[in-house]
């Protein structure tokens, strides 16, 4: 028998406000999970209505789970409570969020995430241990004690 490996971590409600990290106007995170060798990550993401994500790419697949509002994909589809959107390693894509509800998709994000400025020139990349250090940063600014979060 071989034996299994569980990591269960009780999080506050959604509601806490203290439990997440502002990355920007309209936009915060939190973190549930480091993947190890830089694999990728898995956290909740929340967005204001009318926030837009740029067109970025994946260099590993996505799979996204909207838990609470709405969001329009660059094919015009939307996504919401309830939806599971998969997207594959290589995809380019942008899209916002929409409604009068905050947005919060569970993401299990696999590589890297590359945003793109005009003519496809990667601007900003983000990796597992980018998404690391923003975690640890926000611990110390926030006095906020850091959980284990990464996978061992």
Known sequence: MSQTKQFV???ASLDDEATWIPEGDGKWSRPLRFLDADRGWVELMRLRP???LGPH???GEVHAY???GQRRLCTGELVGPGDYVHESAGSVDWWEAVGDRPLIVLVVVMGAVEYLGPHGVVERRITTADRQEDYR???RTSGTESRTLVES
């Open 57 to 59: 790419r994946h260099t």
């Open 9 to 11: 971590f009780p999080f």
């Open 50 to 52: 009318g926030v837009k």
């Open 66 to 68: 909207n838990i609470e």
């Open 137 to 139: 940063r926000w611990c």
